[in-house]
Nanobody, 125 residues
Framework: QIQLVQSGGGLVQPGGSRRLSCTAS????????IGWFRQAPDKEREAIFS???????RCGIFVQERFFGSVYNGKNTAYLELTDLGPEDSGDYYC???????????????????WGQGTQVTVSS
């Protein structure tokens, strides 16, 4: 059974940073495409970027580099580093994976088969 367990959300002051974690079991992140998504209140879930053995692909409005991703294969954990946060960055953040071999567009939500439970980030003073 594949599980993605997220942690790291919370309250952040404007201009601050936060690191979110996504720890996988039942699947090797090294063989996966890992996607990070954000869902703001009353908005659709949107892709931030994906990480795979092919590198990082930034999606949509997130081409600006304030958010950074990494994977530590030794811990089978992916990380999302959020920097220079503003109130508009508040929302629920999700990690997701699909098998690298299965193909698919890594910026499309429907490509992903496995999802973390989400973690909330609130940017406020």
């Amino acid at each position: 059974q594949i599980q993605l367990v997220q942690s790291g959300g919370g309250l952040v002051q404007p201009g601050g940073s936060r690191r979110l974690s996504c720890t996988a079991s039942g699947v090797s992140l090294g063989d996966s495409v890992i996607g990070w998504f954000r869902q703001a209140p009353d908005k659709e879930r949107e892709a931030i970027f994906s990480i795979s053995r092919e590198g990082i692909i930034r999606c949509g409005i997130f081409v600006q580099e304030r958010f950074f991703g990494s994977v530590y294969n030794g811990k089978n954990t992916a990380y999302l580093e959020l920097t220079d946060l503003g109130p508009e960055d508040s929302g629920d953040y999700y990690c997701a994976t699909y098998s690298w071999q299965s193909g698919g567009s890594s910026c499309l939500r429907t490509s992903y088969h496995n999802w973390g439970q989400g973690t909330q980030v609130t940017v406020s003073s």
